[in-house]
């Protein structure tokens, strides 16, 4: 159970998991004294003398320096003269901030954020600590909320202007948390097109360092999290925080070290494009940040991060149901099909047991190839010449669900949206266009805008009979500039941006709640929490290569469980690296996330397709389990030559295992893998070999596992506990 107890100057939430404590200074300047493990109680007295450096008189604050003590949010420029989480200019043109605590509350549940994506749920405690700066009339409320059932806080910040004069906000973290010294790892998931998240750990190191998006998404090269793990950290053991930002637009990601090796971590909007005015008695409310905590390694910060997202952050009618195994055309045919030759490709996906067949790029406008046509969202009857209504109705007649991609961010300048809105584009007027896969960007800054984007895909979510929609967005930000903000509001353009779409998924998913959205951005280019709160999967990568998925889907699950990631079987030579896996492999990586085919199964021989009827009759025997179940990474493809992981049922009765060797290896043993997860007094069949095992065996002697021959050789294998 959550609490929250104050007791004078000091301010301890906690429930059964974790313990965040604050303590006000003199004149109410909260200053942060812990998160970590549930503890019974504080002295901050103690905590203080570990900050208690000497100083110049001027900055200090019972006995501390304002420069070294922890603080809960701290402005730049005043006692503290560390980078800080907030700046707000003035009408003079200063940017201090002083803040002090003026009142704090506690109440039940968790408040919804306006207009924000954010976590959910009853079981809930939220403190706010409403601040005020006296000079300039700037009032701040910070917001922490602990759920019972996560080790972890949800925070943000909003703002108000109670002054009469303009303000300013020029940063606006949604997160700042001090910790008392400085030797952890910082582990960030970079990466580019193809290659998403790749995990990368580095000791933490004396200056600024972290990762950040100025690309008008959270963007292919990073994510906006990070993880900080003790150096002796591993997958099972040892401390680990972990930050995520439910958003997806530019952000920062930071560390900072300073002089006496405290760390001042910060997550929240890029400040380089982002400033926001606040007219008098106007607010303004950032991001979330949700912070998790584990002492039992990366795996336990993940399971942190996984039941936020399960329990807290997806909504709707597919949150928890069986996602439809789907197959998807692009890659079979890209630009190439007309009606006969997708029917052909989704009588054969019936045939073999698939749930729903996805028409992806290139149905609408004179879109041939990825140079047009972006905003037409009518039907080229060049290809379909009945319409859309008549293809989903026939594949409707096979047994299958309709699915739809559409990309309604973007406009192609060849188009006739651009023809008669020009201004529709995010630009700079004078200015060439960059242009980025021949298209740009719509300004969904604009209400016009948004209503049009809503529009383009309302119709035909009512007309054609479509299940689910695939939301792509293939580009960056550049040229930025909006026809309709003035001068003094073009650097708010890049996160009204982000609200414009959020209010947009907001009304679709409201008004089509039978509709299951899949996001995707050149792949996994905004895998985020945020789009997670409107579509609960998301594409992982177009890499599906599924040694390079072996990579990529272990690190997302870092944050991201197995629901939210959508994985593909693909065709041989994959299409982005050439390598030939067997199909037995490339089934085995990808049904460890909402399974699907991206290739004409038509092309496949007799014995290939007898494989893929049979994965998929597993696979939808297995589905709750494998993506509503506890996953557990195993072997780490970045550590070595092979990658294992398993999903256990919640009642621990079933279990799926999968095992991927990347390179053969001669004359070796079998390796033999310890398990996770599993109940330590129940016994274990495995359905393929029939042979018994009891949990705490495979936990701590671990499952010996025969591979097949050759490279990217894989065995998947089904635990059921014995009755
Ligand atoms: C990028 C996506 O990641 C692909 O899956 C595909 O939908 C293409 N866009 C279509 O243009």
Request: aromatic fraction near 10%; glycine fraction near 8%; charged fraction near 20%.
């Amino acid at each position: 159970m959550t609490e929250i107890i104050i007791n004078d100057k000091l301010l301890h939430l906690r429930n059964d998991h974790v313990s965040y404590v604050i303590c006000l200074l003199e004149g109410g300047i909260p200053a942060h004294m812990y998160f970590g493990k549930r503890i019974s109680g504080i002295n901050p007295a103690a905590i203080l003398r570990h900050y208690d450096l000497p100083a110049d008189g001027s900055f200090s604050m019972q006995g501390c320096s304002l420069d070294h003590v922890p603080h809960e949010y701290p402005a730049f420029g005043l006692g503290d003269l560390r980078e800080g989480a907030v700046s707000v200019r003035q009408q003079d043109g200063t940017r201090s901030v002083d803040l002090r605590v003026t009142a704090t509350e506690v109440i039940d549940g968790k408040p919804a954020l306006p207009g924000l994506p954010a976590t959910f749920g009853d079981n809930a405690k939220t403190l706010l600590l409403h601040m005020k700066d006296m000079l300039i009339g700037l009032e701040v409320t910070l917001s922490y909320t602990l759920f019972d059932d996560v080790a972890g806080v949800m925070r943000n910040v909003s703002f108000r202007n109670a002054s009469d004069a303009d303000l300013v906000i020029e940063r606006a973290y949604s997160l700042c948390l001090e910790l008392p010294d400085s030797r952890y790892d910082l582990i960030t998931l970079s990466g580019a097109w193809s290659r998403e998240r790749e995990m990368i750990r580095r000791p933490l190191t004396m200056g600024e360092q972290g990762v950040s998006s100025l690309k008008g998404a959270t963007s292919l090269h990073n994510s906006n999290m990070l993880f900080l793990a003790r150096p002796e950290t591993t997958e099972e053991q040892g401390e680990a925080i972990g930050a995520a930002l439910v958003y997806s637009g530019n952000f920062t990601a930071q560390v900072h070290v300073d002089s006496h090796r405290y760390s001042r971590a910060f997550l929240g909007l890029n400040d380089v494009d982002f400033q926001w005015t606040m007219k008098p008695g106007e607010t303004f409310t950032t991001p979330e940040a949700v912070t998790v905590y584990s002492d039992k390694g990366l795996g336990g910060m993940s399971a942190q991060f996984h039941r936020v997202c399960a329990e807290h952050l997806v909504r709707g009618k597919y949150a928890k149901a069986p996602r439809p195994i789907l197959l998807n055309n692009w890659e079979a045919t890209y630009f190439g099909f007309n009606e006969e030759k997708l029917l052909k490709i989704a009588r054969t996906a019936a045939d073999v047991g698939v749930e729903l067949f996805v028409l992806d790029d290139g149905w609408f406008g004179k879109r041939d190839n990825d140079t047009t046509s972006l905003g037409d969202w009518f039907v080229d009857t060049a290809k379909l010449p009945d319409g859309m209504k008549h293809l989903s109705d026939q594949v409707h007649a096979m047994g299958l669900k309709f699915g739809l991609w559409f990309e309604p961010e973007m406009i192609s300048p060849v188009s006739k949206l651009y023809e008669a809105h020009p201004d529709w584009a995010i630009h700079i007027p004078g200015r060439e266009p960059v242009q980025q896969r021949s298209q740009l960007t719509l300004d969904l800054s604009r209400e016009d805008v948004q209503d049009f984007v809503y529009e383009a895909v309302a119709q035909h979510l009512r007309e054609d009979g479509i299940d689910y929609v695939k939301w792509d967005m293939n580009r960056n930000f550049s040229n930025i500039g909006s026809a309709q903000l003035p001068a003094d509001r073009q650097k708010e353009l890049p996160h009204r941006y982000m609200l414009g779409l959020y209010r947009v998924l907001e009304r679709l998913v409201n008004d089509f709640p039978e509709v299951l959205f899949e996001s995707c951005s050149s792949g996994g280019g905004r895998f985020d929490m945020g789009m997670l709160h409107y579509m609960p999967q998301t594409w992982t990568s177009d890499n599906t290569d599924a040694l390079c998925r072996c990579q990529i889907q272990y690190s997302t699950s870092l944050v991201f469980p197995p629901f939210a990631m959508g994985s593909h079987v693909s065709a041989v030579p994959n299409h982005q690296t050439g390598r030939i896996t067997p199909i037995e492999t490339r089934g085995n990586v990808a049904m460890s996330g909402c399974f699907g085919y991206e290739l004409d199964l038509n092309t496949l021989s007799a014995e290939e397709l007898d494989k893929v009827r049979g994965q998929i009759a597993r696979i939808k025997g297995l589905r709750s389990t494998l993506l509503y179940g506890d996953f557990h990474r195993l072997l780490s493809p970045y550590e070595g030559n092979d990658t294992a992981w398993i999903t256990v049922s919640k009642d621990q009765n079933e279990a799926v295992f999968m095992l991927t060797r990347a390179l053969a290896k001669s004359f070796t043993y079998a390796p033999l893998i310890k398990l996770r997860g599993l109940a330590a007094d129940k016994t274990y069949t495995v359905a393929e070999t029939g042979e018994s095992y009891t949990g705490d065996e495979l936990m701590n002697l671990g499952l010996s596992v025969k591979l097949p021959w050759g490279d990217a050789a894989s065995v998947s294998l089904t635990l059921k506990a014995n009755a």
